[in-house]
């Protein structure tokens, strides 16, 4: 989000109260440009074809931390299909998100297995803790909560996911703890400019 | 890699290398997801930190999963020439202790050893060894033969234990029809689910005229409570790679796709480690083992779409798409992946054909049932006393994997159900357990085989929760696109979560079933139409619960919450301790310290949040 602030992007409420990104100053063109440089780059690994619409969502949503409104646009753009196609790929899968999310996903797995082993006082944990509820943000942007249909650790559950690291056995008392060696953990963001 | 020859020559230096490498004592940690996620990876670093610190002359290597996901952190100990221990639960506090004793004193660390592998004569002893182990004792790995023993992430180990022998018998000693009648002589069929014999499979995509053909690997995992696909691919990669290109060789395919699940990124890495390495050895490529055949096979990531584990609907999304199903006719083995002919087959499926290439197929064919033939993976999972991951031959039955393998309910608990088949199977009860193991024995009650999630339930469990449970899932993950699955299931799931807030009406059950019926003949894909199994299945074999829902406004398991009479203290026992009232969300228990408190009838909202603090068991419905 510091890397967008800094070229004058700022969120702001669309009517449909659906968060999009807008640009507040006079160089709209130049920041634009700027702004999907990353996915440019990315754009240039690929042929233009409609095949490739998924990975390449996959890796803008990598660079940019979400799918924003521009981003969708310049990819239908440059793989020469309708902008609603490509809206339709980016909404039909959970992965891909068009809001912005937290440097930490949490995924709480609330699968079978986790289900019948107390995952569910876990997810409430996470709730309590963080006072979000599932498919929110925390308002500085650290964590994103989420759960998850199944993780395919069920021989440890109930299990969460924190970014690419599995954790198995969770209880609700190790919650606190969880989070705190990620709230520590602050790498600096590198401002672009 | 150009012949057979070359590929023996290769195994024999390398297992003679790896005689050689054993003169070095060898520790070798569990490094699957399961066991990362119980701390694997801080037990390996302190393997190494341990190792440099003493400056040892010891191989540190890393295997996948071995299935006792009960035991996870494992950690194994090889010294050369004797037996290979496994030791469970380990800590990393555990780790210079092993070290001191075991590797540099011979002495086995008992209390924390678990099984080992005798070499040949040579044994520990009091520590039994895996085949004496209940876990074990009656499974048959084939699939599984090398997860857990080999590195995953080397493809020399799995050559030395014999792989790419089948896929260079395939290529340079048969035909795509001898291929194709060895698989169909041995009756594999699909390990995804439903079972189509994985033989025709092949020939109907072989016999359709084309010029270009692809193969597609089924890793989409998604059922909740399933893992196999997923240590298959951490713990031994090239088996399913080598499965592939027999198949691909089989129908005539160039080109093939793994489409693996992105929830699992070790998976995906080690995949690409295997893949690029098979392409080093020319087992990849262009005119392999010089047979003429070639073929190329690529990673595709899924994006988290349940409904991409049907055939059609995961095309769809290899080529772009919106993973929705579409009708079937025409077949993918007619017209397939942009329109060519095209042959899937599941993770587990792959995993086999080289086992059945290598035992004939009147080995393979010798393990499981005359229908059923050769192994199944199950993952075990919920109130069982052993979780992990276990292969049995077809035809065993229920209770032998739930009592004998999985040791039965923890805490001496009674069995109530199993769920087998995730959310397209069903809950078979206590009293079918000697039932065999075999795609139309599951069938016939109900379930299926789906892709081979095991979930145990004890009395705690409500299973009208556990249907709601499972039809919430397919409900979230309909695609849309057909009606009945769409809104039916809406309809369901609308009824289900009335009677689990206790406002169940006459006639719920019989409009469950008419609807899940209807849902079940009319459905798009199997998704939808699987999608009433667990319904149906609890409601034929539990229907007194869902009764007791409906007319005693009773949840019988305790689960659901909200139904009922309001809490009330009992002031015989209550000793004014206070818990409840800061439990209590909406402030309807009161009283003064140290004397028995109560409940406002009319303020509690049925949560039972206050009976779960009390710590002398003081409060109880309508007490």
Redesign the interface.
Known sequence: MIYLRSLGWRRVKTVEGVESMACMCGQDRENLQKYLQPLHQILSRYAGEERYLVPILQEAQEAYGYLPREVLREVARKLNISFSKVYGVATFYAQFHLQPRGRHVIKVCTGTACHVRGGGEVLKAFQKELGITPGQTTADLEFTLETVACIGACGLAPVIMVDEDTHGRVSPESVKGILDSYRKGTETEVAAG | MKNAAELRELRTVLQQQAQNGRAKPRIIVGMG??G???GAKDVFNAVVQEVESRRLDVVVAQTGCIGM??R?PLLDVELPGGPRVTYGNVAVKDVPRIIASHVLNGSIVEELAVAQFPAGELRAENVPSYDELDFYRKQRRLALANCGRIDPENIEEYIAAGGYEACVKALTEMTPEEVIAEVKRAGLRGRGGAGFPTGLKWELTRQTPSTKKYIICNAD???????MD?SLLEGDPHRVIEGMIIGAYAIGADEGYIYVR????LAIKRLELALQQARERGFLGEDIFGSGFSFNLQI???????VCGEETALMA????????PRPKPPFPSQSGLWGKPTNINNVETFANVPELIRLGAAGFSSIGTQGSTGTKVF?????IAN???VEVPMGLSLREVVYDIGGGVPGGGQLKAV?IG?PSGGCIPAELLDLPIDYESLRSVGAMMGSG?M?V?DQS?CMVD?AR??LR?TQH?S?GKCTPCREGTKRMLEILDRICSGEGREGDLELLEELGHHIRDTSLCQLGGSAPNPVLSTLQYFRAEYEAHIKDKRCPANVCAGMGAPFAIDGQLCIGCGLCIRACPVGAVSGERRKPHSIDPEACILCGACAAKCPVHAIAQGA
């Open positions: 997801t399961c990362i996620a119980a996901c009960q996870e995992e998604g059922d909740p409570g399933a893992f997923r992105a929830e699992y990124p595709k990531k899924g994006a988290g779409a349940f999304s290899i080529e772009g798409k919106r993973g929705m993952a075990l999972t919920g109130k979780t992990g991951l769920q995730g999630g979930v339930m469990t556990v449970f499972f899932f993950e695609c």
